[in-house]
């Protein structure tokens, strides 16, 4: 049996602007097991970023936890404050950005800012962290990490800063990292490597990730399990294999034809009509019913409930009930085995 | 090139560039100030102009040695300054630099003790207002240190005197020490009291908000996210990464400040009567001392622009990213790559 180091229960996330609240994260239920790679997909604005930073309680003050737990290694850390949150973060939980350019402190040699994470959650002398500072940097493949160590970021390209980074990260052997749009910003070689390297870490140090991404194509290549997010909602979650091979939801279907690599040379891409719904009064029932030709009448009225598909795969759309009428799925990809 | 040739070059060109200002001050100053309408010969002579006839008058202009065109003039001021001869103070009728420099000191204390004196509270209230931002101390102290500023401080000296001179008597009024206690210190802090106020009330603020901003701006960048992911504090990050990066601004802020707290020191001077140049730069603009004048403008043009040095050279310890040699070493990389 997987041991869960991270859940979710119905985990719902609003911000409070001067037009009214925004719901980012609408009751959103997750497991995440211990050594797996959960990717989390979707479009800009579906809520994401929201979701992950509001486990570490990253968030402005503007936002608030509705309503739903976070358990943490069976811990549930919904209700804790800043002090024990500090314990947490780099320690347990840890975070990469999406811009290696910006997300480090451009005057601090990068060996300080990695101790600094280790000092922090370990209590060793300067030359036990900055030993164990080195052993990071080789770690993420860092060349000559000695003398890199007493560099600023501005010596080190994107690629290597995303390395660093990843090196802050996971300097204090954290159990969970959020690796967020990680590799977004980076060229497609680079980003590549970043993937095997996460692999990698994952195989040697077992941590978990939670890997938020819009690339399928990134996903396929990491994932163990995906989940889509629409509107602040998961509307699919299962394994790669599942999601990828088998989609349920028709927004997923839409994602899966939208892919370059489904479509015929010379044609044009495959496209979702519309745009996502503004998050300030999101419609009672799919958010997606209104980009959606295969909606019901009921995906305009009702919230879609959870429909179990396997063990593993779940998806929320009124498709998949009994009384729905049987609509044949567009062909999207193809087992090579099969 | 190697790191030592342009460390000299680099030092070489910043006192080229610091001549170069020094003598277009001194040209528009010399310029302006004879514009300005009004007799200097009043000054010198007194009411004993007006008993003058033409003869008389040109003799006494070329003694003074305001005859003759404006160019010519200043090429003759130049060439004394050079060798140190600043020229007679036209209403002291003694040497310039005679007249100035018992005052200078004064001037130096009391402008830099307020100068620090700011900027040390400036950053410390900075540094707690964006450790705190939003909360209702903030504001409170945002609201408070605004209304503070907006005080004038001719009006703040003058009521101060009222209070606490006038009324309470408990501190003097005007100068900088009794007679005869020049050298007695406590006497010295005692008439510097009520102008630090003056100065530090009215330039506190200013500087303070603009630090607090600073602070605030860098707290909204991504690294300060990476950072508190780690598990840093609020007042980690503020102060160890934070007041780093705006360190190189503050040192700018200081060094581009020095003007404007050195104007705070002149009309300090003004209400309080405290002997210094602030106090002397008014009276020889207003009797025409041309000489006199100009020796102030120099000073003062000398401390700021040397100040501007300074903190170019301050920044660059700080921020590595600033230093001039690695532009031009990054410049070559790039060339030679591109040929």
Redesign the interface.
Known sequence: MAEPMLQLKNLSVSFDTKNGEVEAVRDVSLTLNKGEILAIVGESGCGKTVMSQSVLKLLPKTSRIKQGRIIVDGEDITDYKEKEMRKLRGGVLSMVFQDPMTTLNPTIPIGKQITESIMKHNKISKEEAKKRGVEMLNLVGINQPEEMFALQPHFFSGGMRQRCVLAIALASNPKILFADEATTALDVTVQAKILNLLLDIRDKTGISIVFISHDLGVVAKIADRVAVMYAGKIVEIGTAADVFYDPRHPYVWGLMAALPSLTKAGACLATIPGMPPVMLNPPPGDAFAVRNKFALAIDYAEMPPMYEISPTHYAATWLLDEKSPQIKRPILLKRMDQ | MNRKGMLAEKILRRILWFLISMLILSVAVFYFARLAPGDPLQSYYGDAVESMNSTELDAARARLGLDGPIALQYVKWIANAAQGDFGLSLKYKMPALDVITPLIGNTLILGGVAYVLVFALAIILALFCAMHE?TWIDRIICKVGTAAYYIPSFWLGVVLVLVFSVNLGWLPSSGAYDIGKSNDLLNRIQHMILPLTVMILSHLWYYAYMIRNKLLDEIR???V?????????KSEIVL??CF??VAPTIVSIMAISIPHVLSGTFIAEAVFNYPGIGALSVTSAKYHDYNLLMLIVMITGVMVVSSSIIAQFVNEA????MKLTEVSAWKETSQTSSL
């Not at chain 2, 996210?225 to 504090?233: D, E, I, M, V």
């Not at chain 2, 700080?318 to 990213?321: G, M």
């Open positions: 939003d960048k991504e690294y996210l990476l950072a508190k992911s780690k598990g840093c504090t160890k990464h780093r990066n700080i921020d590595p990213r």
